[in-house]
């Protein structure tokens, strides 16, 4: 057969936060006017659909929805810190923040009402807008919790910082906690070589991964659909090139990049092993998705037609040129 | 980028040839302007400044298109897409839509014109192959003292060489004319680094034409890109199938054949063993789609290479 | 250079003005009439950031002249949805088709071309229509399902109510799929990159780089530059005020090239003109004189003895080594019945972010220095950027921009500080927005890495020793290279036990593209090597693959390689889940190939060969439109 089909599997592993050092994010709420909520935190959106995961959490944390909720982001000199975006580290480290700072808020509404209600604040039950005493009858609107809070003189604000507990590596021996909360994941690949061009196409990716528990498991999702294709750019056409430091590769006509007609189906499985130190159980999923990815890919060539590219990227020419050594040598086996 | 003092769009050959004399010598033509403009960037060409750009896609002779009396013919500023989208060029070049859908985009084979890309004269180039298998010649046009003069040259005669072509400075290319090929199966084979968007590291257009058995062939023609200079036809396979009888080893035989002008000089161990079996594939591809009978090939042979 | 007339019906507007001849129909919409919506991610046709219609085809608008635009009528992203959006906006935002979005605006107007053209177009007839639009967030999977979505919507075979939103009754809202709320912003175009902003009375700035990998600057005279029409300032390193330094571990660094350039595409000066044409001829008029210096290219040459040496700080050119160490690998090898030893090697890869780098800056009414780029780290660029400019940290202000796209790639700091220099030296705003060409040529890759990695294990298939030893090329300065060497000898011997392990990673630097922050960071290089490990080692040993990583794998309570206890671990979960959903089937990795029977299940998609609009696909709908 011109093509033929294989699998492969690989796994891995991955930290969350920051790498070997404290990592710290902080954040701001207000319960305000109308029954919204305003969040104030440090970095913004780069496409894994923070903004949304914040949202969500200040709204079940308050108990409004997530359309009531403004995230006022990404400026040093009117949010406070929430460190950087990268490393895996938003769900888990301003997700947590704002979680905290969000229960904040929300006790300062609830110490109000609980005096007028006169009930014990345990028993105020908040969500979707409504204040509610739980098994009564005693219940409000969220915006009118927020005008009998600023009629008693309070605007329910709250703040949160959310830290880490970790240490650096001894420089001998590199011991060390680099992070509170590691995720692990797997993923196997289908794939299909033509051995008249040597093109692999990569027919289906299934991929299991650990987030601790899912905000938004669509967005879970996309994020794992994102890497595996990312990891399969890398493994299967994505090479930057230099010739004397000059690139050869200066755009992406020769640059090349995945499109549509190049990606498998990827059939994502969520695993949800809450981390038990932060308030939330939530972990991360942006970089870890990646990780399986390429060698899966590659084990699959081997399965499919025997041969192993330890070299990066497995293009075309490389795999008929493993192919044609393969053929070679049993060729000299057959002659001895 | 790409900068100009003027950007001129003449609507008849006699506004172009005018535009052409005044500004001999600092004018450039422009069709689709899908190559000049990335040419003009940053690793390839840089900032490049062309003072009078002469835009010809408004001609309306450019842009006509007909089939008749067993040749095509079609303006040199057709849109690649039509090749894909006009039934009737499409049965006439039974390999043209195969290529136009392996060609860029959707969006870029609306803007990209056929002659554009053969005056490129890329050794990539995609839609040469199928030409050169339809045995197309170019239309050029001039106006010498006042005449309008026009030669018709063999297509390849008119690539000369890798961005070298037999386009004079006072030239147009009007249009494109070649057999019509109805009944023939076409197929188009391209590989690169991916299914999209791609410049071809080889491709290979085929035409075959059965006898009225279906079991032998009337006609073959293929034609290399990607592997030399300039794309191929390769006449000593055609020759050697031509009449014969289909069979599984005359076709291995034919594929076998020795194909010394794969010159180019990078991946050329990749090229040849590409090249070997995109003839097979392309070979039996254009042979199902002409409608050759089920059983003429061993299946085996099919399914090594198809 | 007479000006070209255009009159066109732009999203059903009569527009008539005029432009400059060598405008492409791109600048036209983004600069003249501010339609930001349109998107530049390549400006060469390769990406499909910025497709418009022009008279009813979708074009690429950065491959057409203005010219070409006289008499048509263009409609933009911005003509869809004016009122409510449309059914394709409503299902991208439905399906989660939208990440960072700058691929967006691009994606549904590809989209809404294609169900045009076929409004029963099946997935695979889709995918090749959208084949000219790249994304490098999503995967294009909830892109071609959304697009799935509405066009049964549009052909009727499905109620527009499939578009609507869920509603979650309880109040749980972690755990549920809420739409993404910056997604409206994105379908239609609307939101606002670095790219698309700007300020009154703006200055656009381009960069001079070095075209040497390893020179010193003998001489760089800025004067006629300076003195041109239109130019407002042209800096260089003189001009920096303060510490002049950045990056992510070290500040190796400089603002713009200082005495030497150690790398093709450095900035060496920077040009604040009226307009962009200009500021790139001033950057013509720079006159630098290299003196050229050996370079080297590979870490083998780096680290040969009295190799060209890059900063005076590291002689040996080793920007970081991190060692990890367990027990005593020579006797974890002779304790194994069977050791494997092989080399790896990964290339540098781009992030190739559909944005490309773009950022303003201006000094505010009370002398705060503000730059608003996509900057993934806005924290600690605040406190480089107060170094460098001398300035009390809350004289600095630093917004992130939305960020199309990062992947760790917009971690650096490497054009905000020419940016605050200029808008300080002008007193106006400026504006830089890179070109991809720029883009790639100057900021950091993946680390290129070889690994050489031995593993020992006895015949049951436990991991009994490991040695591994991975070179990477940090390229000309050090910005996230020791971070990426510290995660890489962390995670990269896998989330196995292994009582014996000797683990090395170095990065290297050279006269290379600097290599920085990627997305799964060290991680990915390492563990590609560990995990094509043990599929060698599975065949040579007789075990399934999943066994092998069972037996080895780490559990709750079972110390990482760096000595840590772990409080949870999944592994073996996830292990269980993907072998039960992949329907594995079991038996050791011997190339089983096309023996095996669990291949072509319904996880996978087909093969692609493209022309399903040639050959029609079977039970295409076709007919039911005519």
Same mark, same amino acid.
């Given at each position: 057969?011109?093509?033929?089909?294989?699998?492969?599997?690989?796994?891995?592993?991955?930290?969350?936060? /920051?790498?070997? #050092?404290?990592? /710290?994010?902080?954040?701001?709420?207000?319960?305000?006017?109308?029954?919204?909520?305003?969040?104030? #935190?440090?970095?913004?959106?780069?496409?894994?659909?923070?903004?949304?995961?914040?949202?969500?959490?200040?709204?079940?944390?308050?108990?409004?929805?997530?359309?009531?909720?403004?995230?006022?982001?990404?400026?040093?000199? /009117?949010?406070?810190?929430?460190?950087?975006?990268?490393?895996?580290?938003?769900?888990?480290?301003?997700?947590?923040?704002?979680?905290?700072?969000? /229960?904040?808020?929300?006790?300062?509404?609830?110490?109000?009402?609980?005096?007028?209600?006169?009930?014990?604040?345990?028993?105020?039950?908040?969500?979707?807008?409504?204040?509610?005493?739980?098994?009564a009858n005693q219940h409000m609107s969220m915006a009118e919790a927020v005008h009998l809070c600023k009629s008693r003189g309070v605007v329910p604000v709250g703040s949160a910082s959310f830290g880490t507990d970790t240490t650096g590596l001894d420089p001998v021996d590199g011991s060390g906690r680099p992070w509170q909360a590691y995720v692990f994941g797997c993923q196997v690949a289908e794939v299909e070589v033509d051995t008249v061009t040597g093109e692999v196409q990569v027919l289906g990716v299934w991929a299991a991964h650990d987030v601790g528990r899912a905000v938004n498991p669509k967005g879970v999702e996309g994020q794992i659909e994102g890497a595996v294709v990312q990891a399969l750019g890398q493994a299967l056409m994505e090479d930057y090139k230099l010739d004397g430091g000059h690139t050869t590769t200066p755009g992406f006509a020769k640059y090349i990049l995945p499109t549509a007609l190049d990606v498998p189906q990827v059939n994502s499985v969520i695993i949800e092993d809450p981390d038990p130190i932060g308030p939330l159980g939530v972990k991360g999923i942006g970089e870890p998705a990646m990780v399986p990815t390429i060698p899966a890919v590659m084990n699959a060539i081997y399965d499919a037609v025997g041969v192993r590219i330890t070299s990066l990227p497995a293009t075309p020419e490389k795999i008929l040129e493993a192919l044609r050594a393969k053929t070679n040598a049993k060729a000299s086996v057959a002659a001895e | 980028m790409l900068t100009c003092d003027e950007y001129l769009t003449p609507t008849s050959l006699d506004e172009a040839f005018a535009a052409m004399a005044a500004h001999r010598g600092r004018h450039r033509l422009i069709a689709g302007g899908t190559d000049i403009l990335p040419w003009a960037r940053e690793g390839r060409a840089g900032d490049v400044d062309v003072p009078v750009l002469i835009d010809i896609t408004r001609i309306s002779e450019l842009t006509e298109r007909k089939v008749a009396a067993g040749r095509v013919r079609v303006g040199a500023a057709t849109p690649i897409q039509r090749f894909l989208d006009d039934k009737a060029i499409a049965t006439a070049m039974p390999c043209m839509p195969r290529c136009a859908i392996w060609f860029a985009d959707d969006q870029i084979r609306e803007q990209a014109t056929i002659g554009g890309n053969l005056a490129n004269a890329s050794p990539a180039a995609d839609g040469v192959p199928p030409l050169l298998a339809h045995a197309a010649g170019v239309e050029l046009a001039s106006k010498r003292d006042g005449r309008l003069m026009r030669r018709l040259l063999p297509l390849n005669k008119f690539i000369l060489g890798s961005g070298k072509t037999a386009l004079a400075d006072d030239e147009i290319m009007i249009a494109i004319e070649c057999d019509a090929l109805p009944g023939y199966g076409g197929s188009f084979e391209k590989v690169g680094h991916r299914r999209s968007l791609v410049i071809s590291v080889v491709c290979l257009a085929g035409l075959v034409k059965l006898d009225a058995s279906r079991r032998r062939f009337e006609d073959v023609r293929l034609a290399l890109g990607g592997v030399c200079p300039v794309p191929q036809r390769l006449t000593e396979v055609e020759n050697f199938l031509r009449g014969a009888a289909i069979d599984s080893g005359r076709l291995e035989r034919a594929a076998a054949m020795p194909l010394d002008f794969v010159q180019s000089r990078t991946r050329r161990e990749y090229r040849r063993e590409v090249v070997h079996g995109f003839v097979m594939r392309g070979l039996i591809n254009a042979l199902r789609r002409a409608g050759a009978d089920a059983d003429v090939l061993k299946p085996e042979l099919e399914a090594a290479y198809a | 250079m007479p000006d070209l007339r255009i009159d066109a019906i732009i999203n059903g507007r009569k527009v008539s003005r005029t432009a400059k001849p060598w405008q492409r129909l791109i600048d036209f919409l983004r600069e003249d009439l501010h339609l $930001?919506? $349109?998107?530049?991610?390549?400006?060469?046709?390769?990406?499909?950031?910025? !497709?418009?219609?022009?008279?009813?085809?979708?074009?690429?608008?950065?491959?057409?002249?203005?010219?070409?635009?006289?008499?048509?009528?263009?409609?933009? =992203?911005?003509?869809?949805?004016?009122?409510?959006?449309?059914?394709?906006?409503?299902?991208?935002?439905k399906a989660g088709?939208?990440?960072?979005?700058?691929?967006?605006?691009?994606?549904?107007?590809? %989209?809404?071309?294609?169900?045009?053209?076929?409004?029963?177009?099946?997935?695979?007839?889709?995918?090749?229509?959208?084949?000219?639009?790249?994304?490098?967030?999503?995967?294009?999977?909830?892109? =071609?399902?959304?697009?799935?979505?509405?066009?049964?919507?549009?052909?009727?075979?499905?109620?527009?109510?499939?578009?609507?939103?869920?509603? $979650?009754?309880?109040?749980?809202?972690?755990?549920?799929?809420?739409?993404?709320?910056?997604?409206? !912003?994105?379908?239609?175009?609307?939101?606002?990159?670095a790219g698309d902003m700007v300020m009154a009375n703006m200055l656009h700035v381009q960069v001079l780089r070095s075209p040497h990998a390893h020179a010193r600057i003998v001489s760089l005279d800025i004067s006629e530059a300076a003195a041109m029409d239109g130019v407002e300032a042209v800096i260089t390193s003189e001009d920096v005020p303060g510490v002049d330094g950045f990056g992510v571990f070290v500040h190796d660094q400089p603002v713009m090239a200082r005495g030497k350039v150690r790398y093709v595409g450095e900035a060496v000066a920077a040009v604040a003109a009226e307009d962009v044409v200009t500021a790139r001829r001033a950057l013509a008029k720079i006159k630098v004189v290299y003196e050229p210096l050996p370079a080297v290219f590979s870490v083998e040459e780096a680290l040969r003895p009295g190799a060209p040496v890059l900063h005076d700080y590291a002689p040996d050119n080793v920007t970081k080594h991190i060692p990890v160490?367990?027990?005593?690998?020579?006797?974890?090898?002779?304790?194994?019945?069977?050791?494997?030893?092989?080399?790896?090697?990964?290339?540098?890869?781009?992030?190739?972010?559909?944005?490309?780098?773009?950022?303003?800056?201006?000094?505010?009414?009370?002398?705060?220095?503000? *730059?608003?780029?996509?900057?993934?780290?806005?924290?600690?660029?605040?406190?480089?950027?107060?170094?460098?400019?001398?300035?009390?940290?809350?004289?600095?202000?630093?917004?992130?921009?939305?960020?199309?796209? +990062?992947?760790?790639?917009?971690?650096?700091?490497?054009?905000?500080?020419?940016? %605050? *220099?200029?808008?300080?030296?002008?007193?106006?705003?400026?504006?830089?927005?890179?070109?991809?060409?720029?883009?790639?040529?100057?900021?950091?890759?993946?680390?290129?890495?070889?690994?050489?990695?031995?593993?020992?294990?006895?015949?049951?298939?436990?991991?009994?020793?490991?040695?591994?030893?991975?070179?990477?090329?940090?390229?000309?300065?050090?910005?996230?290279?020791?971070? =990426?060497?510290?995660?890489?000898?962390?995670? +990269?011997?896998?989330?196995?036990?292994?009582?014996?392990?000797?683990?090395?990673?170095?990065?290297?630097?050279?006269?290379?593209?600097?290599? +920085?922050a990627f997305r799964s960071f060290g991680a990915l290089q390492a563990q590609f090597a560990t995990e094509s490990h043990l599929d060698i080692c599975a065949e040579r040993l007789g075990i399934d693959p999943f066994e092998i990583r069972r037996i080895n794998a780490m559990r709750p309570g079972s110390k990482t390689h760096t000595k840590q206890p772990l409080k949870s671990a999944s592994l073996l979960a996830a292990l269980k889940a993907v072998a039960q959903a992949s329907g594995w089937e079991k038996g050791p990795p011997t190339s089983r190939g096309e023996a095996r029977r669990d291949l072509g299940g319904p996880g996978n998609r087909p093969s692609c060969t493209l022309g399903s609009r040639i050959d029609g696909a079977p039970g295409q709908a076709r007919d039911e439109v005519a």
């Open positions: 057969m011109a093509r033929k089909r294989g699998r492969g599997m690989a796994a891995g592993w991955y930290g969350i936060a /920051r790498t070997a #050092t404290v990592d /710290r994010a902080g954040a701001w709420a207000e319960i305000d006017d109308g029954g919204t909520v305003k969040i104030m #935190t440090g970095v913004t959106e780069i496409g894994e659909g923070i903004l949304t995961v914040l949202a969500q959490i200040a709204a079940e944390e308050i108990g409004v929805t997530p359309q009531d909720v403004t995230i006022g982001d990404n400026d040093t000199a /009117r949010v406070p810190e929430a460190a950087h975006a990268g490393a895996t580290r938003m769900t888990y480290m301003i997700g947590n923040a704002v979680a905290l700072a969000s /229960r904040d808020a929300r006790e300062r509404l609830v110490a109000v009402l609980a005096a007028h209600w006169e009930v014990a604040a345990d028993n105020i039950v908040t969500a979707n807008g409504i204040a509610r005493v739980e098994g | - | $930001t919506g $349109t998107k530049e991610g390549c400006g060469a046709g390769e990406c499909g950031t910025c !497709s418009v219609f022009v008279d009813g085809v979708l074009v690429k608008s950065c491959l057409m002249p203005v010219a070409k635009a006289q008499g048509a009528r263009i409609d933009t =992203v911005e003509s869809l949805g004016r009122n409510e959006l449309s059914v394709l906006q409503k299902a991208f935002h088709a939208s990440q960072c979005g700058y691929c967006i605006p691009g994606m549904v107007m590809a %989209a809404t071309s294609a169900l045009r053209a076929n409004p029963f177009a099946d997935r695979e007839e889709i995918k090749e229509r959208l084949g000219g639009n790249v994304c490098r967030c999503t995967g294009y999977q909830k892109i =071609v399902d959304a697009v799935e979505l509405a066009r049964d919507v549009v052909n009727g075979r499905i109620s527009a109510t499939a578009l609507e939103e869920e509603e $979650t009754a309880d109040g749980r809202f972690i755990g549920a799929n809420v739409r993404r709320l910056d997604a409206p !912003s994105k379908v239609s175009g609307a939101l606002k990159y160490r367990v027990g005593d690998v020579a006797r974890g090898f002779a304790e194994s019945d069977l050791i494997v030893e092989q080399v790896y090697e990964t290339q540098a890869v781009e992030h190739a972010y559909l944005e490309p780098e773009a950022g303003l800056a201006h000094v505010d009414a009370d002398g705060v220095v503000t *730059i608003q780029s996509p900057s993934q780290n806005i924290t600690h660029h605040r406190h480089m950027l107060a170094r460098i400019l001398a300035l009390p940290i809350n004289k600095v202000r630093m917004i992130m921009s939305p960020v199309g796209g +990062g992947f760790g790639g917009k971690e650096d700091m490497i054009y905000q500080g020419m940016l %605050a *220099i200029l808008a300080i030296k002008t007193r106006r705003p400026v504006r830089l927005v890179f070109t991809r060409e720029e883009s790639i040529a100057s900021t950091a890759k993946r680390h290129p890495s070889k690994t050489t990695l031995k593993m020992g294990l006895t015949l049951d298939g436990r991991i009994r020793a490991v040695e591994f030893n991975m070179v990477c090329d940090g390229g000309a300065y050090g910005l996230s290279t020791e971070g =990426v060497m510290r995660k890489a000898a962390i995670l +990269g011997a896998g989330p196995y036990n292994i009582p014996n392990l000797k683990m090395d990673t170095y990065g290297i630097y050279t006269n290379n593209t600097p290599s +920085g």
